[in-house]
């Protein structure tokens, strides 16, 4: 009298990192190598419910036959969210935002909605986190009170869809996917399963309705989105909110996009009404600087295609510590190291009892090389107790030899810095002959960090 095996509960487990599934739990999944993200979720036998839903309509077509001139775009009068989508939204196309809680993501889409609702077309704001009476008194405080804007909370996906189907919008928010699900699956809301199989669904809908989908996704403690990699599949475009708490300014960057270039990013500042869009970013990264300061310069980097002045500070101080300490806000790690080696090793600075300190102002991370010789020289500035001169900006890659490199867009980068009222710019020697450098720009070529330093601050270091 065997047990029908059936009858008992069986159980899988996925990765939260790659979506792969296990029949038993390690502390490492298998396939990707993250640890402790296997979770435990309750098999379901059903055929895949998202194939099911998918229109059997389809048909092939000639490539000849298909027209591809330009892609439709619902232009959306929040430029710096346009810009980051590649020149406004597109109808059919299934967005992911995540963020750290609180960062302001609600905040974004509520506006997004309601400017969708004023000028694309019936909006519809599903919300599983928050009641109507937040949302509206979110929607208030944003001077949003009146908008048409649809509303609905609910975390029943296949109801969420059956309203999307009678009032058919054609900008759809859901906030959050981890607090959807589908009825048909066991495994609770946020699970892997529960959080693919929505995110699915939507992406049936929206391709099917034409209607574009935003959808918000959190993201874990160490910094992923939470439930999946896989969701980052499923969707067309992935894009970041980023910012420090205590800093207003957010980015918003695109990590993924099917219609449109990577690497773009959105400048925003979170105030009491709103996200409110940062057009001059690089005036409002050095609105609060302080000239004559020892251990500040400015930086000119790029964000997407756009150059963007910051301002890098650091600071050494003595330390008895064995160990001195090296900190790095917004700016890489590695790269400090490397340049206190390239400082120590190359140009004689005494660093190994100092504390370091570099931080980039207005809660900004720098990805990109180039902004190695403003933060080289920032310390070498703060280690000598002077200041670089108030009008210089810089520009360059450092190498291990302490050789400045080369970057990228050293022109467009140049007229940035004129913009803003610099009047002197060092650059590696080895760019590119800058053909027309801006009118009032004197750009100063070095080779090395050392000769930088002579430039801006004249003086070899002392010992
Ligand atoms: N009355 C207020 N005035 C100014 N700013 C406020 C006010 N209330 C909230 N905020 C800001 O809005 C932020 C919350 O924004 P929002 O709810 O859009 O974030 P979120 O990313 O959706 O967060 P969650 O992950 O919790 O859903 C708060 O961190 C706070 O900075
Ligand atoms: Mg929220
Ligand atoms: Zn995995």
């Given amino acids: 009298m065997a047990r029908k095996a059936a009858s008992r509960l069986k159980t899988r487990y996925v990765c939260a990192a790659c979506g792969s599934v296990q029949l038993r739990w390690s502390g490492r999944c298998p396939e990707c190598g993250e640890w402790n993200t296997l979770v435990e979720e309750v098999v379901e036998d059903r055929p895949s419910l998202s194939s099911a839903a998918l229109p059997s309509t389809s048909k092939p077509q000639p490539l000849a036959e298909i027209r591809a001139d330009a892609l439709q775009r619902w232009p959306l009068p929040l430029g710096e969210f ?58 208030e405080r ?8 649809l509303l609905l909370t609910e975390t029943n996906l296949d109801a969420v869809i059956q309203v999307i189907e009678s009032v058919q919008p054609r900008v759809c928010v859901v906030d959050s996917i981890q607090t959807m699900y589908v009825d048909a699956l066991e495994s609770s809301p946020g699970t892997v399963t529960q959080v693919r199989e929505c995110a699915q669904r939507l992406q049936t809908v929206a391709k099917a309705r034409n209607i574009a989908i935003f959808i918000v996704g ?33 980015i918003l960057r695109s990590l993924k996009n099917r219609f449109g270039a990577t690497s773009e990013v959105g400048v925003f500042e979170m105030t009491g009404e709103g996200m409110r869009e940062v057009t001059n970013p690089s005036e409002a990264f050095l609105a609060e600087r302080v000239a004559h300061v020892p251990g500040s310069t400015v930086a000119v980097t790029m964000e997407g295609t756009r150059p963007l002045l910051v301002e890098v500070q650091a600071l050494t101080s003595p330390t008895q510590a064995p160990l001195p300490r090296r900190t790095a806000n917004g700016f890489d790690y590695n790269r400090l190291f490397l340049l206190l080696a390239v400082l120590s090793a190359r140009l004689r600075f005494n660093l190994n009892a100092r504390d370091v300190f570099v931080n980039i102002v207005g809660g900004l991370t720098i990805e990109e090389p180039a902004a190695d ?27 291990l030899s302490g050789e400045v490199r080369s970057v990228s867009q050293i022109s467009q980068r140049l007229h940035e810095a004129a913009k803003l009222g610099f009047s002197r710019c060092v650059i590696p020697k080895t760019a590119r002959k800058v053909e027309s450098p801006p009118a009032g720009m004197r750009v100063l070529p070095v080779r090395s960090v050392g000769e930088a330093l002579d430039m801006v601050l004249n003086g070899a270091p002392q010992q």
């Fill in 82 to 139: 346009s810009r980051v989508l590649g020149g406004g939204i597109v109808p059919g196309s299934l967005v992911l935002i995540g963020g750290d809680p609180g960062i302001g993501k609600s905040t974004l889409l509520l506006q997004t909605a309601v400017l969708a609702a004023q000028h694309i077309g019936t909006a519809l704001y599903v919300s599983g986190e928050e009641s109507a009476q937040q949302i509206k008194m979110r929607a």
């Fill in 218 to 250: 959190h993201v874990t403690k160490e910094g992923t989105l939470a439930g999946p990699k896989v969701l980052e599949h499923i969707v067309d475009t992935v894009l970041q909110l980023e910012g420090d708490r205590f800093h207003a300014f957010r």
């Fill in 142 to 149: 944003l001077g949003f009170g009146s908008s048409d804007l």
């Fill in 373 to 399: 010789l403003a933060a080289a020289v920032a310390i070498a500035s703060a280690y000598l107790g002077k200041p670089v001169p108030p009008e210089v900006a810089l520009i360059g890659e450092v190498g």
